[in-house]
């Protein structure tokens, strides 16, 4: 007599396969079969794990980065507010008093609000990068999701 017994669990854990065999004169030819074919459901069951792991994992790294790049987006679009509100501050001094320091200073806060565009331009880029490896993690889970999921989760 052979009892089987798996169960789904979540991606950090494995699944479990346990054999019992209390026939005491069964055939080891038999036994051999069962083993081999048991052994080859542990591997498919144990890739199918690893890959559920290294997909949540993923998705989790994913979610992190994309979470710090639209902070750092945000942050952005603050600082450049800040420097354009410098830049009309200077352009006011400017035209109050014209001095080469002044001058020197509003040139400067020119030159670090073309790199913050620029940087604010490939950030974008960035996180429309990852907005669209985000989604089609999601899509491949959405596709593996019908034939991996356990009966007792549908």
């Given amino acids: 007599m052979e009892t089987?017994?798996?169960?789904?669990?979540?991606?950090?854990e494995s699944s479990q396969s346990v054999t019992l065999n209390s026939e005491p004169n069964a055939n080891p030819q038999s036994s051999e079969s069962d083993t081999s074919t048991n052994n080859a459901a542990n591997i498919n069951g144990g890739s199918d794990a690893?890959?559920?792991?290294?997909?949540?994992?993923?998705?989790?790294?994913?979610?992190?980065?994309?979470?710090?790049?639209?902070?750092?987006v945000g942050s952005q679009e603050r600082l450049s507010f800040a420097l354009?509100?410098?830049?009309?501050e200077l352009d006011q001094l400017l035209e109050d008093a014209p001095l080469p320091f002044v001058m020197q200073h509003a040139a400067r806060?020119?030159?670090?609000?073309?790199?913050?565009?620029?940087?604010?331009?490939?950030?974008?880029?960035?996180?429309?990068?990852?907005?669209?490896?985000?989604?089609?993690?999601?899509?491949?889970?959405l596709r593996e999701k019908p034939s991996s999921e356990c009966p007792e989760h549908q």
Avoid at 4 to 12: F, P, Q, T, V, Y
Avoid at 52 to 57: C, N, P, R
Avoid at 84 to 88: E, G, K
Avoid at 131 to 141: C, T, V
């Fill in 109 to 141: 806060i020119s030159v670090v609000r073309k790199r913050v565009s620029s940087l604010n331009s490939v950030l974008k880029s960035i996180q429309r990068r990852l907005d669209n490896m985000d989604r089609m993690l999601f899509a491949s889970k």
């Fill in 84 to 88: 354009d509100r410098l830049s009309r």
């Fill in 50 to 72: 690893l890959a559920k792991g290294l997909s949540s994992m993923l998705t989790t790294v994913i979610r992190d980065f994309d979470s710090k790049a639209q902070d750092t």
């Fill in 4 to 12: 089987s017994h798996n169960h789904c669990e979540s991606a950090e």
